[in-house]
C-alpha cells in the first residue's frame, strides 16, 4: 500500500469533504462522514484540518477556484459575446459532470447565511472574498461592463437554482436564458 503526504491526504479530504458537504450541508455533515470517506480516523483528520470549519473553508475555496479556473480557461483569448458564451458552455459543462460543485456553492450561501445568523462572520467574508475574485473574472473576460457581468452572474445564479430544483433540460425555464440556449447537459451557442 502506497502512503500519502499530509499535502495529498488534505487534497483527499478536500475532495471528500465537498462531496459530503454538498450533500449534507454544514451543518448536517459530520467529521467522521468526511473521516470514514477519506478512510482516516476522525483524530487525523484534526491533524490536518484545525475544524469542521476549516474543512468547510477549504472545500468552499476550492469549490470557487474550479469556477474561476473554469471561466478563466473558457475566456483565454476571447472577449465579450464570445466570451460569454464559451463561459457559460464550460460552467454547464462542469455542473452537468460534477453536480457537487453545483451543490457545495448552494451549501456555501445557506451556511453564510446561517453562521451570520449566530453571529459568525468568518464564512461570509471568505465566501464574499471567493464570490467578489469570481465577479472579477467574469467582469475581465467580458470587457469589464458591468450590466454584462451582473447579466452573467444573475443568469449563473438562475441556473444554479434550475438545476438544484430539478427541472429537467427542455422545460420552458430555460428558454432566454442565453440567446437559443436551452440546457442539455450545457449551453450551445
Not at 451543518?27 to 462522514?33: A, E, V
Not at 460569454?84 to 453536480?99: D, G, Q, S
Not at 457537487?100 to 468568518?122: F, I, K, P, R, W
Not at 467578489?132 to 470587457?143: I, Q
Amino acid at each position: 500500500m502506497v502512503r500519502m503526504s499530509a499535502e495529498e491526504r488534505r487534497e483527499s479530504v478536500i475532495r471528500a469533504a465537498t462531496l459530503e458537504f454538498a450533500r449534507g450541508g454544514y451543518h448536517g455533515t459530520s467529521t467522521d462522514t468526511i473521516a470514514k470517506r477519506v478512510g482516516v480516523s476522525q483524530p487525523y483528520l484534526f491533524r490536518l484540518f484545525p475544524g469542521k470549519k476549516a474543512i468547510f473553508l477549504a472545500a468552499a475555496e476550492r469549490c470557487v477556484e474550479d469556477t474561476i479556473r473554469t471561466f478563466h480557461e473558457a475566456a483565454e483569448g476571447l472577449e465579450g459575446g464570445e466570451a460569454l458564451h464559451a463561459m457559460a458552455n464550460a460552467y454547464t459543462k462542469v455542473i452537468a459532470e460534477r453536480p457537487e460543485l453545483l451543490m457545495m456553492q448552494m451549501q456555501m450561501y445557506v451556511a453564510v447565511a446561517a453562521a451570520e445568523q449566530e453571529g459568525d462572520q468568518e464564512l461570509g467574508e471568505a465566501v464574499r472574498a471567493g464570490w467578489t475574485r469570481l465577479w472579477d473574472t467574469v467582469h475581465g473576460a467580458l470587457g469589464a461592463e458591468v450590466d454584462d457581468t451582473t447579466t452573467f452572474l444573475a443568469h449563473g445564479m438562475l441556473i444554479n437554482c434550475l438545476v438544484s430544483m430539478g427541472f429537467p433540460p427542455g422545460h420552458r425555464v430555460w428558454e432566454g436564458l442565453y440567446p437559443s440556449a436551452r440546457l442539455k447537459g450545457r449551453l450551445e451557442k
